[in-house]
């Protein structure tokens, strides 16, 4: 009897989960389902006939060098945030766990680096965009002190275009990444370290052997996560200058080209999901491909580390 | 000795580049506040690092030519507290249902929603809104509060916060009290919740609050303007030569924010370390 009714209990924990299940079949995989129908059609918000066209959509994405071009962007921005990031935020991680220096109130620095993080993206594009443009603060500073003979159009060269969009993604996400890798590195046994330095290990040789090996899944997670979301990038570049990635199509996205063919004229939003889908794909086999090799295939050693 | 030398050494040096860092940090962000006090011909004079006492003057200037800031403050506002009450409640009821009973496939939909934590959103955006206006729900923030009721990041540190908490006694006690299933997680369980609920509702306002592709794929009527739609408008050619008020427009989107952080900056610290708190 007790059992049945044990039974009966647990079935009733499934109706926890209809709301989400619900919501997402609404609002998440039907709408995930129908991007990729959209996808192979013609459709267009202007016209109510829609056709299948195959895969005329990606073909046209490959015809010009527009698509190829901001994914080009979007990595290159991706890529060259990144790596100061997690550099930067590895290299403060391992000053502020470090037991010898003592580093005073690192509660502190840690929250005042990560506030960036929650300022709205948007606001942060416009503040940068009116710090940088021609009469604003950098120029006046740079002209008054000698630095620049006379004041320049910061934001017409692709390459100083291209350095801020880098600088304020590296600039909201540092103190996040610090956060995340202290978690990590406090979750190490201290007996380790302990261990090590009896055995007269230096502080380099315990970065690169202890602590290292057992960061990996969060260093992996740092990795994903943040590529998932560099792949995404939008307000930034869409709001630091013209919206269409000014100057030359410098820091034009993917997702900001998605965001033009859904808006354009026509609204051609069959050729918008292409867009999508080909992020997606791009995306997913790169997470796969961190996950793949990056895997731990010394598990052994790691797994007597972990004991 | 020398030992201890280089470590004392080492020890400045570290803290001068901390303190670079920190003014690099800090620097955009003093700069827009003190500007936001500063009237234009101020701001033209040159850098400043202290308050001017212009506020008001830019106020002026901000809702006199058409941008309804203060409308715009109340749409963020009402949409972040309707999608963080929405995401936070229904989310906690999915990882309730999967901490406390025990069914065939709960590892399954777990593994699912870790999987739906990193899927990128363009991947559905396009589809969702040529769905939602086929529906009628373009222009309506039904669109943007009714999908968080599956919020897979929060569900995902529901679940964390949840194994932390749940005395699986206390709700023995209960059902022998003769409460129903719903009851016991409405009366036992989210009053224990609540600091984990605390800590998810400010990230799902956060979030909702400087979301700005969304609403803008989204809402296409200038009363329904969030903020973030706003400071996009702000950009526009009305505002060209007013930068005291274009400051200050950034600054009240802004420092709601900042005032959040600075009263709640432990929960925020200690939510990102927990792991994926994505929406």
């Known amino acids: 009897?007790?059992?049945?009714?044990?039974?009966?209990?647990?079935?009733?924990?499934?109706?926890?989960?209809?709301?989400?299940?619900?919501?997402?079949?609404?609002?998440?995989?039907?709408?995930?389902?129908?991007?990729?129908?959209?996808?192979?059609?013609?459709?267009?918000?202007?016209?109510?006939?829609a056709n299948f066209i195959g895969?005329?959509?990606?073909?046209?994405?490959?015809?010009?060098?527009?698509?190829?071009?901001?994914?080009?962007n979007t990595w290159l921005l991706w890529i060259l945030n990144f790596i100061p990031q997690i550099g930067i935020a590895m290299l403060l991680s391992v000053w502020f766990t470090n037991a010898r220096l003592r580093i005073k109130a690192v509660g502190v620095w840690r929250a005042l680096f990560f506030l960036p993080n929650l300022l709205m993206p948007a606001a942060v594009a416009s503040l940068f965009f009116s710090l940088f443009s021609y009469f604003g603060p950098m120029n006046q500073f740079l002209v008054r002190?000698?630095?620049?003979?006379?004041a320049m159009q910061f934001l017409q060269s692709k390459?100083?275009?291209?350095?801020?969009?880098?600088?304020?993604q590296w600039w909201m996400w540092f103190g996040n990444t610090i956060i995340i890798l202290m978690a990590g590195?406090?979750?190490?046994?201290?007996?380790?370290?302990?261990?090590?330095?009896?055995?007269?290990?230096?502080a380099t040789q315990m970065f690169r052997h202890i602590t290292l090996p057992l960061l990996k899944p969060i260093l992996i997670y740092i990795f994903?996560?943040?590529?998932?979301?560099?792949?995404?990038?939008?307000?930034?570049?869409?709001?630091?200058?013209?919206?269409?990635?000014?100057?030359?199509?410098?820091?034009l996205t993917n997702n900001m080209l998605m965001y033009l063919k859904f808006s354009s004229s026509q609204g051609h939003i069959g050729a918008a999901s292409s867009v999508g889908v080909m992020i997606f794909l791009m995306t997913s086999v790169c997470s796969l491909g961190i996950f793949y090799f990056l895997r731990d295939k010394d598990s052994k050693i790691s797994h007597q580390m972990k004991f | 000795m020398a030992y201890k030398f280089t470590t004392t050494l080492f020890r400045a040096l570290i803290y001068l580049f901390l303190f670079v860092l920190l003014l690099v940090t800090l620097a955009p962000i003093w700069l827009l506040i003190v500007n936001a006090t500063r009237s234009t011909v101020e701001i033209q004079q040159g850098v400043a690092f202290l308050p001017s006492t212009h506020v008001?003057?830019?106020?002026?200037?901000?809702?006199?030519?058409?941008?309804?800031?203060?409308?715009?403050f109340m749409n963020s506002m009402f949409l972040a507290i309707a999608t963080t009450v929405v995401s936070v409640y229904f989310s906690l009821l999915t990882a309730y249902g999967m901490v406390v009973y025990d069914f065939p496939g709960k590892k399954i939909f777990y593994n699912f929603i870790l999987v739906l934590v990193m899927l990128p959103m363009q991947l559905s955006i396009i589809g969702f809104y040529q769905y939602m206006s086929k529906l009628g729900l373009t222009d309506s923030y039904w669109a943007l509060i009714l999908p968080s009721v599956a919020s897979a990041g929060a569900v995902f540190f529901g679940k964390q916060y949840l194994e932390s908490v749940v005395i699986s006694d206390l709700i023995d006690a209960a059902r022998i009290d003769g409460a129903s299933e719903l009851g016991i997680f409405h009366r036992v369980m989210l009053p224990i919740a609540t600091p984990g609920a605390f800590t998810m509702a400010i990230f799902a306002f956060i979030a909702s609050w400087n979301n700005f592709f969304t609403p803008f794929i989204l809402i296409s009527s200038i009363k329904k303007y969030t903020l973030p739609m706003l400071v996009q408008t702000l950009r526009g050619d009305v505002y060209r030569t007013e930068y005291g008020s274009i400051y200050l427009g950034l600054a009240i989107t802004v420092v709601p924010i900042i005032i959040i952080y600075a009263l709640f900056s432990r929960y925020i610290v200690s939510g990102i370390a927990m792991g994926s708190v994505k929406e």
């Open chain 1, 1 to 49: 009897m007790q059992t049945l009714a044990k039974f009966r209990r647990n079935y009733f924990g499934v109706l926890f989960l209809v709301p989400f299940i619900l919501a997402f079949l609404l609002f998440g995989l039907f709408p995930v389902y129908n991007t990729i129908a959209l996808s192979f059609t013609d459709t267009t918000l202007m016209t109510s006939n």
């Open chain 1, 55 to 72: 895969l005329k959509n990606f073909q046209r994405l490959f015809a010009d060098g527009v698509f190829i071009n901001a994914i080009k």
């Open chain 1, 145 to 150: 002190n000698g630095f620049l003979p006379e």
């Open chain 1, 159 to 168: 390459e100083i275009a291209r350095g801020l969009v880098i600088f304020i």
């Open chain 1, 185 to 202: 590195m406090t979750s190490v046994p201290l007996t380790l370290y302990e261990a090590a330095m009896v055995d007269g290990a230096s």
């Open chain 1, 224 to 251: 994903v996560t943040s590529l998932v979301g560099g792949m995404q990038m939008f307000d930034i570049p869409y709001l630091l200058t013209d919206g269409r990635g000014a100057p030359a199509s410098s820091i």
């Open chain 2, 56 to 72: 008001f003057e830019n106020y002026g200037i901000l809702i006199g030519r058409g941008l309804d800031m203060p409308r715009g």
